[in-house]
């Protein structure tokens, strides 16, 4: 045996970890379709998209409204593209130990035909 779990038990701990890889890809590619989706609204809204009942308040009041709903909607296009660039980051990160994964599995399969055809 190469270790105290063996070739089998580090195999098998590798494609458990191959399964976590990918639901972790599941779920950033979610937060990457919820932000794509978000982020033209949020930014259409912010370029003032919107009317307003201008004979409901006056001038200052309506723009300071404004400004209020422009400085929140800006607030949360920012947050949301630093969730996608938090997320690209994830998915090269992710592939990258996806990489290793590979690798290390094709050596111990490799290990343990040696260990099979030795017997």
């Known amino acids: 045996m190469t270790s105290v779990i063996g070739v089998s038990g580090a195999l098998r701990e590798i494609r458990e970890g191959q399964q976590s890889l990918i639901k972790i ?7 990457m379709a919820i932000c794509s989706l978000i ?7 912010f370029t003032g998209s919107g ?5 409901a308040a006056s001038v200052a009041t309506l723009r300071e409204m404004l400004n209020r709903r422009d400085d929140v909607i800006y607030q949360a296009y920012e947050l949301i593209q630093l969730v996608a660039d938090s997320m690209a980051t994830i998915d090269k ?3 990258s130990v996806g990489g290793n994964f590979d690798s290390a599995k094709e050596f111990l399969t ?3 035909d ?6």
């Open 93 to 95: 990160a992710t592939a």
């Open 25 to 31: 890809g599941n779920a950033y590619g979610g937060v």
């Open 110 to 112: 490799g290990k343990l």
């Open 51 to 55: 009317e307003v009942n201008q004979s």
């Open 39 to 45: 982020q033209p609204v949020l930014k259409g809204a």
């Open 114 to 119: 040696e260990e099979v055809n030795h017997d």
